[in-house]
């Protein structure tokens, strides 16, 4: 017995020792690819890996002077304080609307524009387009929320006027709860749907050319193309930012959200990003935020893994 133990512990130090080897051998022979990833594996190790650390504070009574260790520890009372909270409802009904809509509308609209913008044979044409479309990625919230309160305030919007020029009654776009997911759903659509297409043409560029050529002979039409030939070519490219997409379904904007809050609208606007920042931020309860950011953050992990699954089941690649 002592001898198998022996002999496992020896296989386990030359493996090592093996895998050392290897790895050393790698980073002599690759050295200039891991000099030019370098800046990248920082970034995520600065910003993204070293912050874990405070996470902590989600079980603890965090004090600024008192600092991560010596600050009393409260366990999951934090939790158990938001999910029995009446305003958690509330908030996980919001965000789960307004990131179902963004999903049933906005996901969609990158794919179709990418297909549009691949069928045009005008090359100035396309580059004009592209151009349009890709401008307001660039535009701060700000200046898309300021232009929207422009064109539909309901005092000097341009739309209202409009409305009211024709012997209409000025509609309250922005102040009606009942028009505000939409709004926020259609100011999504225009700022980033454009910028969404460069994944998707990238991926219709990689579609072998000889396969529309086989299609053409058979007898295809344009349609039939994009059906049995374009589609199935970006299948694996849609299947991988949906997964990606539902990742972020906890997260849909403060910035957007704050800024077209008001408090005619607030019952419908309030979301976990909004509800963090009002409590961590202005009430000074840090521990508690971070209590939401880990649960936003877990249910986004469930779900990334869930469709991960359910794509390979299907016989896709999947994310990982």
């Given at each position: 017995m002592a001898l198998q133990l022996a002999d496992s512990s020896v296989a386990k130090t030359i493996g090592k020792r093996s895998w050392l080897k290897e790895w050393g051998v790698a980073l002599r022979r690759d050295k200039y690819l891991y000099l030019l990833a370098a800046p990248g594996l920082l970034y995520f190790l600065i910003f993204k890996y070293v912050?874990?650390?405070?996470?902590?504070?989600?079980f603890k009574n965090y004090s600024v002077f008192l600092g991560f260790q010596a600050s009393e520890w409260v366990g999951l009372q934090y939790f158990a304080d938001f999910f029995s909270n009446p305003d958690f409802g509330l908030l996980f009904r919001n965000t789960m609307a307004i990131s179902f809509l963004n999903i049933l509308f906005f996901f969609p609209l990158p794919i179709?524009?990418?297909l549009l913008l691949n069928e045009a044979r005008n090359m100035a044409f396309k580059r004009f387009v592209q151009t349009v479309v890709y401008l307001p990625h660039f535009l701060s919230w700000v200046i898309i929320v300021g232009i929207c309160f422009l064109i539909f305030s309901q005092g000097t919007g341009i739309v209202n006027n409009?409305?009211?020029?024709?012997?209409?009654?000025p509609i309250p776009f922005l102040t009606e709860p009942n028009y505000f997911w939409a709004m926020l759903t259609a100011q999504s659509i225009w700022k980033e749907a454009g910028w969404g297409t460069i994944i998707f043409l990238a991926a219709l560029a990689g579609i072998n050319p000889d396969l529309y050529e086989a299609a053409r002979v058979d007898g295809a039409s344009r349609w039939k193309q994009t059906i049995h030939v374009t589609l199935p070519g970006i299948r694996s490219t849609i299947i991988i930012l949906l997964i990606l997409r539902l990742g972020q379904v906890?997260?849909?904007?403060?910035?957007?959200?704050?800024?077209?809050?008001s408090a005619p609208v607030s019952h419908v606007a309030d979301v976990f990003d909004t509800y963090v920042y009002r409590l961590g931020i202005q009430n000074g309860r840090f521990g508690y935020a971070t209590a939401v950011g880990i649960f936003k953050s877990v249910v986004g992990l469930v779900l990334v893994v869930?469709?991960?699954?359910?794509?390979?089941?299907?016989?896709?690649?999947?994310?990982?």
């Open positions: 912050p874990l650390w405070g996470l902590l504070i989600a179709i524009l990418a409009l409305i009211s020029d024709a012997g209409g009654k906890m997260d849909v904007g403060f910035e957007q959200i704050y800024l077209m809050m869930l469709a991960n699954r359910l794509a390979k089941k299907f016989g896709e690649e999947g994310l990982y």
